[in-house]
């Protein structure tokens, strides 16, 4: 997830995901996204495993697709199924 449309980008550590939430999420608020930024502060710390924040990183993703299907929704546009 990019702020660029179309374009991926590849996350290597709990360090970058952090950085990603932070500086270039495309949304402010969330459920998932706090979840997130938890987890990965946690990781940092060394008090959650890796793989745990992943997951936690994962869902907060797909929270920002999901609210982007609802707008898109919203907006007349049709949605695309994944």
Known sequence: ???QPGRLRVITS???A???LLNDWPIDQGEKLSSAR???LSCLERKLSPGAARV???EAAKE???LATIS???SGCRQQES
Request: glycine fraction near 0%; proline fraction near 0%.
């Open 1 to 3: 997830m990019t702020s």
């Open 14 to 16: 709990a360090l970058r």
């Open 18 to 20: 952090a950085e990603c």
């Open 38 to 40: 938890d987890a990965l």
């Open 56 to 58: 936690a990183f994962i």
């Open 64 to 66: 920002v697709k999901k």
């Open 72 to 74: 898109m929704n919203q």
